[in-house]
């Protein structure tokens, strides 16, 4: 009995290096973007095969994250980054098992490459042009990291990881995606993650931030203005929707596009306002994980559209 809760323990750990409650939450977009793209569920065949890739992507993604912030968030660590986030998705878990010891460099080493391997064999028997995109996404995150104390434009490529989930879903159903609806689908997710993820996220570990120099909006340009480049990045990506719900094959009715954008309102534009007011790390929390379920919430709507 103590083998095996030490497992489960051990276990966790990983878990919290993955961010696994985020991760399955993700798993949304790409299953949201085939479905939108199709008008229609997949054959069996690439669901089953799509979602077990898409999971070990955002595994491995999560993963690469703290494995190439290794040094920088045990830095944050010692700066306070070690406070309570249990109000915090990416908290429900250890925050940085890595930096903090729990887990060693080798340890999760193996473990991001174990669930790297089998995301690039799944997306390579997809589609090719799968497997080429989980790599370039993999190579985007690692940059992404060592521009921390670079350039505040990192965020740009923070918005361009998140969205390669769906446009390689999109790939994985049509060989020969439209580019100018691929290209309406990439800006509706890019605006979402720029305003409901990326931004947020910076906001709630801002104080370490300054304390590393870190060169992110919130720390360079201030409250004010980060939540105004929020705010908007949110109503962009809210409008988006509604053009895409048009332009893909479910075509659905006014009542369906009005609860598109009620989602929208309440997930990710009510709480925008709200830390446009109050400007604080707890509402950015907030917002953050409320936009981590909009995809999902989307995503249940499409397939009640296709029921009915």
Aim: hydrophobic share 55%; glycine share 8%.
């Amino acid at each position: 009995m103590h083998g095996s809760s030490a497992l489960q323990a051990r276990l966790k750990l990983f878990l919290a290096l993955s961010r696994t409650p985020h991760g399955l939450l993700d798993l949304a977009t790409p299953a949201l973007a085939a479905l939108l793209w199709l008008g229609r569920v997949p054959p069996l065949k690439v669901v089953f095969l799509g979602l077990i890739t898409a999971f070990a992507a955002y595994t491995a993604v999560y993963a690469l994250n703290d494995l190439v912030d290794y040094r920088v968030d045990r830095e944050r660590m010692r700066l306070g980054g070690d406070r309570d986030a249990s109000d915090y998705l990416d908290g429900v878990h250890v925050r940085h098992p890595l930096a903090q010891g729990l887990l060693s460099l080798p340890e999760g080493l193996l473990w991001a490459g174990a669930w790297g391997a089998l995301a690039f064999l799944g997306a390579y028997a997809l589609n090719p042009a799968c497997a080429f995109i989980f790599i370039l996404g993999c190579v985007l995150e690692a940059l992404y990291c060592l521009l921390l104390k670079v350039t505040h434009l990192r965020t740009l490529i923070s918005g361009g990881v998140k969205t390669l989930g769906g446009m390689a879903a999109v790939f994985a159903v049509d060989p020969h995606p439209s580019p100018w609806l691929l290209g309406l689908m990439f800006l509706w997710l890019f605006f979402w993650e720029i305003g409901g993820q990326n931004i947020p996220a910076d906001w709630y570990d801002i104080e370490e931030d300054r304390r590393l120099n870190a060169k992110n909006i919130p720390v360079l340009f201030g409250p004010e203005k980060a939540a105004a480049y929020i705010f908007w990045a949110l109503w962009i990506s809210v409008a988006l929707s509604a053009l895409l719900f048009w332009a893909l094959p479910p075509h659905p009715t006014l009542i369906a596009v009005a609860a598109a954008l009620g989602l929208g309102l309440y997930l990710l534009l009510f709480p925008a306002y709200r830390l446009y007011r109050v400007k604080t790390s707890a509402q950015a929390a907030v917002l953050f994980n409320r936009a981590s379920y909009y995809p999902l919430a989307i995503l249940l709507l499409v397939l009640a559209t296709l029921v009915m």
